[in-house]
């Protein structure tokens, strides 16, 4: 199974998955479930009809968890306001690149409160 999955590892994710809680709100069809000594699974994309996630991946370091719920978090924060318009069709790296300067340093704020929330360390 590869390398040992400590009991450090797994709080450092669960802290992770607990500071992402709003996410799952907003999206509501994503979720990270805690799998033990698995590690923790982030779920997306839940479809009704099928009762299951289209998408699924385990995560057992909690700094790749992090970034790929930030990216969530910051991709479903920049989309939000065009979903159903023409701008949407643009694409989620040209909507960012436009933002203003501000709204931009308003995220990377967000980010670090996010990782204090965590106890992660900005590499």
Known sequence: MGEKYSKEDHD?????AEVFQELYDVLGDTCVLDAGEF??????????????????KVYRNAEELFE?????????????PVYGTE???????EIYRKLPDERKQE??????????QAELKQE
Do not use: H, I, P
């Open 107 to 116: 995220y990377a704020v967000r980010k670090q409160q996010f990782m204090d």
């Open 87 to 93: 701008d949407a069709e643009a694409g989620f790296e």
């Open 68 to 80: 790929a719920l930030w990216d969530e978090w910051l991709y479903s924060e920049v989309m939000q």
């Open 12 to 16: 450092k994710c669960k802290k992770v």
């Open 39 to 56: 590690g923790f699974v982030y779920l997306t994309y839940y479809r009704e009809q099928k009762s299951c996630f289209d998408r699924n």
